[in-house]
């Protein structure tokens, strides 16, 4: 789907202007300790692929990068994948064809495969669960 010129443009100045405002007001839109439980554990008592996330985030903003990785390891992915879409969106207003996300089947069957090892496996092993 190819977006107008108009609408990517309200995109990329957007974004930024969400992201600093996300981080300016972090204290009033996530404070530290308040989390919504999660209803898949509460239901089952597993962890689900998202578990950990909320407190990730919160971490990640606050500052603690360590801690943001030890409650959700896919943080990484839920940042640098958006970044890299940006980051096209950008070049494209540009003129500049960039492809920095893999479209390929290949290279997202094996990660897909590697998270579900992990998601099964931190439900196993409680060093693996969030803090």
């Known amino acids: 789907m190819k977006l ?3 609408t990517e443009i309200i995109i990329a100045a957007g974004v930024p202007l969400l992201a600093l405002t996300v981080f300016l007001l972090r204290d009033y839109i996530m404070p530290v300790g308040h989390y919504f439980p ?7 008592g597993l962890l689900c692929p998202g578990c950990g996330n909320t407190r990730a985030v919160n971490h990640l903003v606050h500052g603690r990068l360590w801690l943001a990785l030890r409650s959700n390891p896919d943080l990484p992915f839920l940042i640098l994948v958006p970044l890299g879409f940006y980051a096209e969106l950008i070049a494209d207003i540009f003129g500049k064809k960039l492809r920095i996300v893999p479209r390929s089947l290949w290279f997202w069957c094996p990660i897909f495969a590697i998270y579900v090892v992990f998601f099964v496996l931190r439900n196993i092993f409680p060093v693996l669960a969030p803090p």
């Open 4 to 6: 107008s010129r108009r």
């Open 38 to 44: 999660c209803m898949f554990h509460k239901l089952t």
